[in-house]
């Protein structure tokens, strides 16, 4: 048995500060929880996509946590695909990696294996997306009868798989060919993303679907009409690795503040457009 928690979306600036201290307080409660690993779902940064400095303070807050770390990348970190003015290049996942490590890992437990993919370049076609196509490929290949678990800041999907356009929110039904091949094993059993700023557990055949809170913010009912069921509230995610199955929870993060970003926005993300914020 082992311990994940996940940490998401906690959009830290040295220059809008707005959501800071939630994330230390997010920080503060980590060692309480005796992880055996953390992973970051991504949106670490407010801005790492154009901003150098958010990027620094973010890996600052993640340099000095009580248990190994691993990050995947989110839309405000790199970009995203087919934005206008934050596409996720080259340069952007360049340097994220070089603040926060490999945007596209693995890590082998007894039993188990966890992957963690860039959301961001699912289906752009250029030599990131085919390179992670190749990792996947590779995951599969080599996995044996070890579990699988995966992590990504955009959900692979948000009702069903074969869904239409959901627009920003998860990862284009018309790309999930290679994320479909990870839904389709028989071995899964956790998807775990942030994004949404949302807490929702829900099912894929034998594998669990975890929305991941954010540390920073949720999103009210202009910005995000529906919740799909799940809580616009703050939290972490623990999730415990045992033989065949992984049981997850959601925890409060004592201290924070509930900032809904409907009444910031202007402020935060001038000019987005309502469903940018997350
Ligand atoms: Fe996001
Ligand atoms: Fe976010």
């Given at each position: 048995?082992?311990?994940?928690v996940?940490?998401?979306?906690?959009?830290?600036?040295?220059?809008i500060?707005?959501f800071?201290?939630?994330w230390?307080?997010?920080?503060?409660?980590?060692?309480?929880l005796?992880?055996d690993?953390?992973?970051?779902?991504?949106?670490?940064?407010l801005?790492?996509?154009?901003?150098?400095a958010?990027c620094?303070?973010?890996?600052a807050?993640?340099?000095?946590?009580?248990?190994?770390l691993?990050?995947v990348?989110?839309?405000?970190?790199?970009?995203?695909?087919?934005?206008?003015?934050?596409p996720?290049?080259?340069a952007?996942?360049?340097?994220?990696?070089?603040?926060?490590?490999p945007?596209v890992?693995?890590e082998?437990?007894?039993?188990w294996?966890l992957l963690?993919?860039?959301?961001?370049v699912i289906g752009?076609?250029?030599?990131g997306?085919e390179?992670q196509?190749?990792v996947?490929?590779?995951?599969?290949a080599?996995?044996g009868p070890?579990?699988?678990a995966v992590?990504?800041?955009?959900p692979?999907?948000?009702?069903?798989?074969?869904?239409?356009?959901v627009?920003y929110?998860?990862?284009?039904p018309?790309?999930r060919?290679?994320?479909r091949r990870l839904l389709?094993?028989?071995?899964?059993?956790?998807v775990?993303?942030?994004?949404?700023?949302?807490?929702?557990l829900?099912?894929?055949?034998p594998?669990?679907?975890?929305?991941?809170?954010a540390?920073?913010?949720?999103?009210g009912?202009?910005?995000?009409?529906?919740?799909r069921?799940?809580?616009r509230?703050?939290g972490?995610?623990?999730?415990?690795?045992?033989?065949d199955?992984?049981?997850?929870?959601?925890?409060?993060?004592?201290?924070?503040?509930h900032?809904?970003?409907?009444d910031?926005i202007?402020?935060?993300y001038?000019?987005?457009?309502?469903?940018?914020?997350?």
């Amino acid at each position: 048995m082992f311990s994940v928690v996940q940490i998401s979306d906690s959009h830290v600036s040295p220059r809008i500060t707005h959501f800071n201290a939630n994330w230390e307080a997010a920080r503060a409660l980590l060692p309480r929880l005796s992880p055996d690993l953390i992973v970051h779902t991504g949106d670490a940064t407010l801005d790492g996509a154009d901003m150098e400095a958010d990027c620094a303070m973010a890996a600052a807050g993640l340099a000095d946590l009580p248990a190994p770390l691993r990050v995947v990348p989110g839309n405000h970190d790199v970009g995203d695909l087919g934005a206008a003015t934050q596409p996720p290049t080259a340069a952007r996942i360049a340097r994220h990696e070089r603040h926060f490590g490999p945007c596209v890992w693995t890590e082998d437990r007894p039993g188990w294996r966890l992957l963690g993919l860039n959301s961001q370049v699912i289906g752009a076609g250029d030599g990131g997306d085919e390179a992670q196509r190749a990792v996947i490929e590779e995951v599969i290949a080599t996995l044996g009868p070890r579990r699988l678990a995966v992590f990504l800041h955009k959900p692979m999907f948000l009702d069903a798989v074969e869904e239409g356009p959901v627009g920003y929110w998860a990862v284009p039904p018309d790309v999930r060919a290679p994320v479909r091949r990870l839904l389709d094993h028989p071995n899964l059993r956790l998807v775990a993303s942030g994004h949404l700023h949302i807490a929702r557990l829900t099912t894929h055949g034998p594998a669990t679907v975890a929305w991941c809170p954010a540390t920073s913010f949720t999103l009210g009912g202009k910005l995000m009409a529906d919740a799909r069921g799940g809580d616009r509230r703050l939290g972490v995610m623990r999730h415990v690795f045992r033989e065949d199955s992984v049981e997850t929870e959601v925890i409060a993060i004592p201290d924070s503040r509930h900032l809904v970003l409907d009444d910031m926005i202007d402020e935060i993300y001038p000019p987005a457009p309502a469903a940018a914020g997350s």
